[in-house]
């Protein structure tokens, strides 16, 4: 029995895509452009990996240090992503960058309904940064491929807006700038947590592996 991935079979796929057209094609059911296909690569390269202090970094390397299996501390590190950290702010921007574009709303109204009703706008701010370097590489990137398109206005004007109505730069961070692109990749709403979830994955397979060759946690010195 032939297994089928929406209209094809799988050993065709085998043959004819890489891995990110893969991605795209189980979840969209069509191929991508060569456009759309670099920038949905790009948006999975620049969510790899943000460091050992990320929360998803954290729990997978505690779960390793403790002696859990591979796969048990790599669903430690994936259960991280919620609401504060990757899957749940690329879906809540990428939402709310498609309801302001389709209701012609301008990003003051934006910033200063989310202000009243001291609600955080997702994708913007980094503890770190105060630009952040993933969103200028992939909006760049977006440009050159011609793929910057309202969604992308929108985002970068709610981040000038931000900084003129709370007087603080909150800047558009990677899962904003992600999200600003998902519309434009053809991606629906629904399957934007996926992105920062299958690239982080690869990212956290690097740190689990790293914390099995150290001594368990209980028998450090420090």
Known sequence: MEHMIHDHRLLDLVERLNFTQAIY??????FP???VEALFNACLVSLIDHGPDTLSAKSARVAA?????????????????????????????????????????????????????????????HKVYTTDPRTVALLAKAEKLKLADDHVRMALAIEAELEKQKGKKLC??????????????GLSTEVAPGIFLVARAVGLMMHINQEQG???ASQRKV
């Open 172 to 185: 558009l961070n990677v899962d904003g700038a992600i999200a600003a692109l998902v519309p434009a990749m």
């Open 65 to 125: 240090s403790g002696g859990a299996e591979t796969h048990a501390a790599l669903a430690a590190g994936l259960l991280a992503a919620g609401k504060h950290h990757g899957s749940a702010p690329l879906q809540q921007a990428t939402a709310l960058f498609r309801k302001a574009v389709a209701n012609k709303q301008s990003a003051a109204d934006v910033v200063a309904q989310s202000l009243a009703n001291n609600v955080r706008l997702p994708g913007f701010g």
């Open 214 to 216: 150290e001594k368990p």
């Open 33 to 35: 452009t060569q456009e």
């Open 25 to 30: 094609y189980t979840w969209t059911g069509k």
